[in-house]
């Protein structure tokens, strides 16, 4: 956990600031895509994870269940923004998986993707519509 964040007053800077720093801790020696991912609870507590790659390419997780695992086994499950970052030109967006995973805790949750110079802001239902959920967590 990197530490707490007032409601009032935390910024996106801030969280864009956080996942860059996490960003720097990514192990990825097979694809050399860094990741990294800053996660603000309701609550305004902010977690951050990076993406680990591993030789079997489907062991590898990425920064955004990294950082949402790191929330959820300290307790937290009503989260805030979900904020990754990436090297690319265009904003970085989570891919199918995490996606589903982070539907499981709000869908409405707010996801901001950052590239080097563009940012984009969806919800996680935005970015995968027609989704599942247990029928007592879907109120859509």
């Known amino acids: 956990m990197s530490g707490a964040i007032n409601d009032d007053s935390y910024e996106i800077e801030v969280l864009v600031e956080k996942a860059r720093e996490a960003q720097k801790l990514a192990y990825a020696p097979y694809s050399n895509f860094k990741v990294g ?42 989260f805030k923004v979900l904020v990754v970052v990436g090297d690319s030109d265009e904003p ?7 996606r589903q995973f982070l539907l499981e805790f709000d869908p409405k949750m707010t996801v901001v993707m950052v590239g080097k110079e563009k940012r984009k802001e969806m919800t996680v ?7 599942f959920l247990r029928k007592e967590k879907n109120n859509e």
């Not at 902010?46 to 489907?58: A, D, P």
């Not at 970085?92 to 995490?98: D, E, F, K, L």
């Not at 239902?125 to 989704?131: C, D, G, I, K």
């Open 125 to 131: 239902a935005e970015l995968l519509p027609h989704y």
């Open 37 to 78: 991912a800053s996660l603000l609870t309701v609550d305004g507590n902010v977690f951050t994870g990076s993406n680990v790659e591993n030789t079997t390419y489907g062991l590898s997780i990425c920064a955004e269940r990294v950082v949402a695992a790191k929330a959820v086994s300290e307790g937290y499950r009503d």
């Open 92 to 98: 970085i967006t989570p891919c199918g998986a995490c």
